[in-house]
């Protein structure tokens, strides 16, 4: 993010910039990672509201989806209990005159079913048992409630434990909220419209003979879209020097496809005009967020990038190299504070192998490498090296960080040349036409694996899904960022490995089909010292502190 902010600022003198990121999600911030505002002379301001609820984005989507998962549970408790014709009923009351009628979202609900009645009265018995009971399947349910906040005790709990629910219980658990497939739908909508097809085209389950549920067989599609009618509009903010950024959303990168919004990016090159530029955030690393960038968010958004930025440290390279573990608050080992040109070349071949993965889609590649002051010439030079001798378009060292945007003038220049010069329209990693696992592997291959292994659950999904008609979608791989394999631990460039899928499930109104890899988990939980024993605020001034 740092990089794209300053991006924004030192272009051109005559060019119109705008830069896209993404809203900081609460787990993050309040537990290791802290505030994602940037840092020093790269920041967005006011970096406390960009940190905290900024404009209630998150909050929507929270709501949103636990009304969503309220539903089903409430559906299946009154199903359970009454008769087809009570259902009816109460699904079609009638008005003050004795008629009944159906409501505007039901009658999507029937044209699936392929009924044209327009009168409940005149449904046949058959009719009305079709219409009116979804008959979920509750261990078919892959909908979760969601909180913005990182929760490791409720990533597996058991509802409907209360007297009343007369014994229906059902093992479940919570996402964070960044992670809801709402979040997913936000990013990658289009316009109000689009963005109400998919919400109510959302699939949480399926009935017991194996039909897909959705929200609008719910009847919630439409209270789901407003709820979400103030988060599709971004938030302008600016950076310390008075660039613009529009903040939009906020997808988990390496849960979700982890990018800027598609109505962000849209707004932000219509302000810029023909001769301007946008920089868009496309979250960690060419295994994930350019991946997913290319092969999902441009392909709904039918916009092509014409150079990707990849951003490299001397620390992280040291580490790829076999540098000593890193973890999060203790401090650093005296290997990356000290010159060791071996370690960070060793490093090099991870940084290479995104540089090559990114140019296979047909875009340049300009690398930035972060510099610190402990850093050294002959480690700098080892980087720039390695990614020419890569394929990059260039490679430039940038200290925004300490110098703001004086600090970037030349990955600025280096960007523009690169966008300037695109040699092959956009190259997509898959066709959409191949089956979900010919999709998968072809994933797999560009991260080095040898092969992939499917447990008995992602076989019986991936056969699921493509039953019901889902394998033209996408894929959006939930795997660790820290390693090119499913194991964190693997660092470098891993090759030979054999890529397991534990499960498979689907975000069908966001438009994807997401496998989870290895053990990743969809609800973080806080480290021993977390980020909030830093943040405090000033009683007598009201600033927050802590966040920077």
Not at 531 to 548: A, E, P, R
């Amino acid at each position: 993010m740092k990089l794209s902010l300053q991006l924004a600022t030192f272009l051109h003198p005559f060019c119109n910039v705008v830069t896209c990121v993404r809203q900081p999600s609460q787990g993050p911030t309040f537990g290791i990672k802290g505030g994602a505002a940037g840092g020093g002379y790269s920041q967005v301001i006011p970096m406390d509201e960009f940190n905290l609820h900024l404009t209630g984005d998150i909050h929507a989507i929270t709501a949103a989806n636990n009304l969503l998962a309220a539903a089903i549970d409430t559906r299946i408790f009154h199903e359970s209990t009454q008769s087809d014709k009570a259902l009816m009923n109460r699904l079609c009351p009638p008005n003050k005159e004795g008629k009944r009628s159906f409501s505007e979202i039901m009658f999507r609900r029937l044209k699936k079913l392929g009924i044209s009645k327009t009168r409940p009265e005149d449904l046949t018995p058959q009719e009305v048992k079709k219409f009116a009971r979804l008959d979920i399947n509750p261990d078919s349910i892959t909908w979760r409630r969601v909180m913005d906040v990182n929760d490791r005790f409720l990533r597996k709990i058991t509802v409907g434990q209360g007297p009343e629910e007369k014994g229906m219980t059902r093992e479940t658990g919570f996402d964070i909220s960044v992670a809801s497939e709402i979040m997913a739908v936000l990013a990658l909508t289009t316009s109000l419209a689009d963005m109400r097809e998919r919400l109510g085209k959302m699939v949480i389950g399926n009935s017991k003979a194996g039909d897909p549920v959705t929200a609008d067989d719910l009847g919630v599609g439409g209270a789901l879209t407003v709820l979400m009618k103030d988060a599709i509009n971004p938030t302008l903010m600016q950076t310390l020097e008075g660039t613009p950024v529009l903040v939009h959303a906020g997808p988990f990168a390496n849960i979700a496809h982890g990018n800027s919004s598609i109505v962000a990016d849209r707004i932000a090159l219509k302000l810029v005009g023909p001769g301007g530029f946008v920089v868009t955030e496309a979250g960690f690393g060419a295994d994930i967020g350019t991946e997913k960038f290319m092969n999902i968010k441009c392909r709904y958004s039918g916009l092509t990038p014409q150079c990707a930025v990849i951003v490299a440290t001397i620390r992280a390279l040291k580490m790829h190299g076999g540098g000593p573990e890193v973890v999060a608050g203790k401090p650093l080992d005296r290997a990356y504070l000290n010159e060791n040109v071996a370690l960070v070349e060793a490093g090099c071949v991870n940084l290479a192998r995104h540089i090559s993965n990114t140019k296979a889609y047909g875009v340049n590649v300009v690398v930035a490498v972060n510099m610190f002051a402990t850093d050294t010439e002959a480690e700098l030079n080892a980087v720039k090296n390695t990614a020419l001798a890569a394929g990059a378009y260039d490679a430039v060292i940038c200290t925004h960080h300490a110098h703001g945007g004086k600090g970037a003038v030349d990955l600025g220049i280096a960007v523009q040349k690169a966008c300037e010069n695109v040699a092959q329209p956009l190259q997509f990693l898959y066709p959409l036409d191949i089956s979900i696992k010919e999709k998968i592997e072809a994933i797999a291959k560009s991260y080095g694996a040898s092969g992939v292994e499917y447990s008995e659950q992602a076989e019986k999904q991936i056969e699921m899904y493509s039953k019901q008609g889902f394998s033209g979608l996408p894929i959006c791989m939930a795997k660790t960022q820290y390693s090119f394999s499913h194991n964190a631990s693997e660092k470098g460039a891993p090759t030979g490995f054999i890529l397991p899928i534990r499960d498979v499930r689907a975000s069908i109104g966001a438009g994807f089909i997401y496998p989870l890899v290895g053990t990743m988990s969809t609800m973080p939980g806080l480290p021993t010292r977390p980020c909030f024993y830093d943040i405090d605020i000033n009683t007598t001034t009201g600033k927050v502190v802590g966040l920077s």
